[in-house]
């Protein structure tokens, strides 16, 4: 089992306005879409994916609810507890790879793009956010190829949500393989849109988590356990969910519309 | 091939592995996965009158021999219940019910609720470690397990099962007075009330401070229970505590359980653990020469 470390903070980079990364040792190995969980003394304990592999690691986390607000006061030497990696992977197949991230979701896909480019992919990135002051890991995007901006505000790059920009460069180039990490409408235009054209997809889900290990079934999608089973699903395994996109569970397990 | 089914206060079971209350049983998709990957029957998380969010994170610790954990009783409530048991159900999984409440009243309520959405038994969770002013404390009251479990008896024609607290100076007791109460069954054990300290932090890990420790590390003790239990009782037993592998089953059921229950090795052994048990179990008994499971309970009893 993955032991809880304590572990002080090596280095706080602001990315942009409320988002920021977190740097700090530990002792396990962590692979492209894994994740760790993260205790805030005292506030809480919340999934968050590794944004930097290796052995100086890093989550980038866009401050969201009371504990992620919190962490954003940490400063290096502030002590966190992180126990992990868990979930799967993604698969780093195919030759002509594009990435679709939205907002934070590029937290967890930086590392599977880099991983691509490492492993000889070509690799494409829609890199989307609301504003232009909101586009996180744009220079670490273009380092791996080659990078299309989107905002929904039209501040910068495509003027448009990332889906509608995902499809124009899928029409413009031949794609083997699509990963995506976003909000999960975003997601699910996405993979809607790859099973249309025939593409392989996957994409890295999220769901309220409580154990990170697979015992608790707080973070179900449909009988899958997002912690242990994914966070990582194909696009067949979403094309049969009654959940993607729809429904999520609630701190008591309750099935509600997302 | 020997023969590993069992029985349990009439509900037949097909193997001797069931899973544990808390596990991957809040919602019917995962009840009825757990069950086509082996399982003899699945006990559900343990349900109350109204939906419940349980305790803030951290919620568990990771610990060598096991794992703290402070759920809180997070559950759906029993009206949105329904739908997750009929999903189990409607699939084929044995279903077994647990139960908690804040009286009597509310305990007998739910389990009623519960044995009308078809399910085979009834497990009352009357041993939680950490979620207070639950009933749980009524694990420390030989009286109050008998009262609430004639409670339950009086609303449900399905088999009733208390689930006992390792927590007390006698377990024995406290069987004798489920027993007394009219339960068909009991289970034993639940959780130790545990704490896990951050030294660095000063401070307890989990959000709820205390917990209950799973996992191998409890298993000695759970097996010195059921041993006790067997001794005071006729009503068969249900063994739950630590128990990963067949060799773990076995002692369980030789200590006097007719089945036992498996949670926290899911985080080991992922949810083929109920399958590899069950194997694990079958070549015991060809290598013993011994043709039926149910000949073996009890049997460290001389």
Known sequence: ?258 | MADVSTEVAGIKLRNPTMLASGFLDETGGTLLRVFKAGAGAVVTKSIGPEPRAGYDNPTIVELEGGMLNSMGLPNPGIEAFGSEAKIALDGGAVVVGSVFGKDPDEYAAVAKTLAGYGVHGIELNLSCPHAKGLGTEIAQIPEAVREFTAAVKAKVGVPVMPKLSPNVSNIADFAQAAEDGGADAVVAINTLRAMAIAPELRMPILANKYGGLSGPAIRPVGVRCVYEIHEAVDVPIVGVGGVETGRDALEYIMAGASAVQIGTALATRGLSVFADVTAEIAAFLEAQKVKHLADLVGAAHG
């Open chain 1, 1 to 258: 089992m993955g032991r809880l470390e304590i572990a002080p903070i090596v280095e706080v980079v602001r990315e942009v306005h409320h988002t920021s990364t977190f740097r700090f040792r530990a002792s396990f190995d962590g692979k492209p879409g894994q994740f760790v969980m993260v205790w805030i003394p005292g506030r809480d304990e919340v999934p968050m994916a590794l944004s930097y592999l290796g052995e100086l690691k890093g989550i980038t986390v866009r401050a969201y609810g009371e504990a992620t607000k919190a962490l954003m006061g940490f400063k290096p030497g502030d002590l966190i507890g992180v126990r992990g990696p868990y979930g799967n992977t993604f698969r780093l197949e195919g030759k002509r790879v594009l990435c679709v991230a939205g907002g934070v979701g590029i937290a967890s896909l930086i590392a599977p793009i880099e991983a691509f480019h490492e492993a000889g992919a070509e690799v494409s990135t829609v890199l989307a956010a609301r504003t232009a002051d909101e586009l996180i890991f744009e220079e670490r995007t273009e380092a791996a190829g080659e990078v299309h901006l989107a905002t929904d505000d039209g501040s910068r790059g495509f003027h448009g949500f990332a889906p509608a920009l995902a499809k124009k460069v899928m029409d413009a180039h031949r794609f083997d393989m699509v990963a995506a990490c976003g909000p999960e409408a975003m997601m699910k235009a996405v993979v809607d849109h790859c099973r249309t054209k025939g593409v392989p997809c996957q994409a890295s889900l999220e769901r309220f988590m409580k154990c990170g290990i697979g015992i608790c079934d707080a973070c179900v999608l449909d009988d899958w356990l997002v912690c242990r089973d994914g966070p990582v699903f194909t696009g067949e395994q979403l094309a049969e969910s009654h959940d993607f996109g729809k429904f999520r569970r609630d701190e008591s397990g309750r099935r509600i519309p997302l």
